[in-house]
Nanobody, 115 residues
Framework: QVHLVESGGGLVQAGGSLRLSCAAS????????MGWYRQAPGEQRELVAH???????IYADSVKGRFTISRDNAENTVYLQMNSLKPEDTAVYYC?????????WGQGTQVTVSS
């Protein structure tokens, strides 16, 4: 099993930056992949960014060039650096870990971008 704890959300003005952190309860080397997803009110949860154990990354078109996913293997932590934030980035952001055949989710952290 994998426990994930997100942090770093908050309220920011449009054009600002935030960095989200996701701390895992086990070595992220052992995980197939980790990712960030978000869910706005009334919307489905959507992929924001994804990083595999080999370091390959995928980004949603809406965040390319603005968001960067990275990991610190020593700290068992994955980050999401979010720059040039827009009001439409407002959502609850969730961290996901893929371990074997299972997906594990964190509790989510709220990001609110004011115009």
């Amino acid at each position: 099993q994998v426990h994930l704890v997100e942090s770093g959300g908050g309220l920011v003005q449009a054009g600002g930056s935030l960095r989200l952190s996701c701390a895992a309860s086990r070595s992220i080397f052992s995980l197939n992949a980790m990712g960030w997803y978000r869910q706005a009110p009334g919307e489905q949860r959507e992929l924001v960014a994804h990083i595999t154990s080999g370091g390959s990354t995928i980004y949603a078109d809406s965040v390319k060039g603005r968001f960067t996913i990275s990991r610190d293997n020593a700290e068992n932590t994955v980050y999401l650096q979010m720059n040039s934030l827009k009001p439409e980035d407002t959502a609850v952001y969730y961290c996901k870990a893929v371990y074997g055949l299972y997906n594990y989710w964190g509790q989510g952290t709220q990001v609110t971008v004011s115009s």
